[in-house]
């Protein structure tokens, strides 16, 4: 992985589920079941799948590790599967 998370979440232009576009101002949170940058709509929805609670346990796991090999910085992207943020 050699493209920036920050870039990818904060500046993503549209919803990579449902191609509504994202504003600057518009929340956007990385899916945990394919780590791309997605709307609230597309969150809550996820968020109500049966197998959500499981597959975003393995996610948070998963990203610790992938991240401190990628970005060194263990804090943030993970974070960002549960926690919105804006550009
Ligand atoms: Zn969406």
Redesign the pocket.
């Known amino acids: 992985m050699t493209e920036s998370w920050e870039d990818k979440l904060s500046c993503a232009t549209q ?1 990579d ?2 191609h ?1 576009k994202l504003g600057q101002k518009d929340q956007r949170i990385f899916s945990v079941y394919d780590h791309q940058p ?2 609230m ?2 969150k809550k929805a996820e968020e109500e799948r049966s197998d959500y609670e499981a597959v975003s346990k393995a996610a948070i796991g998963q990203c610790l590790i992938d991240t401190e090999l990628a970005y060194g910085d263990p804090g943030g992207y993970c974070f960002h599967h549960f926690y919105p943020f804006t550009c």
């Open positions: 919803c589920r449902c509504q997605i709307c709509i597309c």
